[in-house]
């Protein structure tokens, strides 16, 4: 049973397995996203009836542009279903999204749909969605690197004003950005054992949990119990 006092702020998620699952069945690659989508659905659903504050997706990483074009516009083109049939619900539910990522250079279309949906859930109140998109965790400390680096040529800032605060806030998930504190439960479907370049500055210590379910077949009770794996680590952040 989930202790409800106990419910982390802040769960991300690598929804792992659409591909697997698509083959298993001898379906195209994009039928198993379209599967992961309903359950993407069914998770931030049940995020907000758990009363987590943030939810963080890993949708489509700096490196998912290597698969093939019909894939990548298969996303691209759930995304846009996903936001236009759903912005009606993530309003009446006060869910407000974020991006984390530059997704400047994605299809327009979906970027259309995407700000659309960003600017009519900015000003909601209840679960923080956010949709890491074209987001790399090493990309996104590069970029950090750079405006820091920026602001010292600019004479704004000195090397010693560098603390680890301020890197953080010029990262995706910072104060000048998306606004989201560290993770605490970092959940990975499929069985992969790996963080594949995602948020490797904020999980620094984050619990690390892993299913071996294809993320399509991720339910909600399969949710539940890595909060409750969760809620049986003992967080010490490096002390005794
Ligand atoms: C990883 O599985 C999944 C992705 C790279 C895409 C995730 C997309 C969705 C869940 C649906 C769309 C939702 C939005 C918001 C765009 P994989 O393809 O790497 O699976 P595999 O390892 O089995 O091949």
Not at 113 to 125: A, M, V
Request: glycine share 8%; net charge neutral.
């Amino acid at each position: 049973m989930i202790d409800k006092t106990r419910i982390p702020a802040h769960v991300a998620i690598i929804m792992d397995g659409n591909g697997r699952w698509a083959k298993k069945r001898g379906l195209p690659r994009v039928a198993g996203h379209n599967a992961g989508m309903k359950t993407m659905k069914k998770i931030v659903d049940h995020s907000d009836k758990l009363g987590i504050q943030y939810l963080t997706v890993y949708a489509f990483s700096t490196e998912n542009w290597k698969r093939s074009a019909v894939e990548v516009s298969g996303i691209f083109k759930l995304l846009v279903t996903y936001v236009n049939s759903e912005l009606q619900e993530l309003i009446d539910n006060n869910v407000k999204v974020k991006v984390l990522g530059d997704y400047s250079s994605i299809p327009s279309d979906a970027k259309k749909s995407l700000e659309k949906t960003l600017e009519q859930t900015k000003e909601n109140t209840g679960l923080q969605f956010n949709i890491a998109l074209n987001y790399g965790g090493r990309d996104e400390i590069r970029r950090a690197v750079c405006d820091i680096g920026r602001d010292i040529q600019q004479g704004l800032l000195k090397p010693e004003d560098i603390t680890e605060e301020l890197i953080g806030n010029h990262l995706f998930t910072g104060n000048l950005h998306a606004d989201v504190p560290d993770p605490e439960l970092v959940i990975r479907t499929s069985g992969e054992l790996r963080l594949s370049n995602y948020l490797l500055w904020q999980t620094a210590y984050s619990e690390l949990v892993f299913a071996d379910v294809l993320w399509p077949d991720f339910t909600t009770e399969e949710y539940e119990k890595a909060i409750c794996e969760y809620q049986s680590r003992d967080r010490r952040f490096g002390g005794r």
